[in-house]
């Protein structure tokens, strides 16, 4: 069983975050979804379907590290496995966010098959966990987007496995996911992501 105290702390979390991400514009329509690490066999992710600005403590259930629901007829995010597979791969993590920003599905659009995104030369890469100097690389890998979540929960857990050190993946056309250690540092990661495809579009404006 789970520390019901702890769920509590972190459903109020993911909360919050659907309150700031819906603000920014982020998380439109019912989109995205949110979870937090309770120990080391359970997350509380938010319930599929809801308004992730309008969301209270009810809206958050808890799952196992295989998906399955624990004290809840609620249905799960459907994509669960997407966060599960990588609390398995990242025994660390302590919380994910998955956002659907205008610029996170329009930057995955351009993008041809099989390129991935690569961030050099900024000094906000510095807000990645990690990440010490703008003289560095951060690799974002894009997947296809597909209904079959619990393909590409294989897909991205193969590809984390390989590559730990990056903080992110965009699914074409669909949104960004991201991870830290704390809501707080999940938070800053989403917001650098943004930054940093704001910057990127900005200079395809300039230089196509
Ligand atoms: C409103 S369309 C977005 C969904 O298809 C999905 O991608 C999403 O982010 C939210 O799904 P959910 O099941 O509510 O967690
Ligand atoms: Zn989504």
Known sequence: MFDVSRYAVVAEDIVDAGRFLYGRGWSPATSSNYSARIDNEHVAITVSGRHKGQLG??????????????????????????????????????????????????????????????????????????????????????????????ALARETREWFLEHPAQPGYLIRGHGLYTWGKTMADCLRHVEAFEFLFECELATMRVRP
């Open 57 to 150: 403590v009810g809206d958050v259930m808890v799952v196992d590290l295989q998906g399955k629901p624990v004290q809840s007829d609620c249905r799960a995010s459907a994509e669960t496995l997407l966060h599960t597979a990588l609390y398995q791969v990242f025994p660390d993590v302590g919380a994910i966010l998955h956002t659907h920003s205008v610029n996170a599905t329009v930057l995955s659009r351009l993008l041809p098959a099989g390129e991935r995104l690569e961030f050099e030369g900024y000094e906000l890469q510095k807000a990645f966990d990690g990440t010490e100097t703008h003289d560095s690389t951060t690799t974002v890998p894009v997947f296809e987007n597909t209904q079959d979540i619990e």
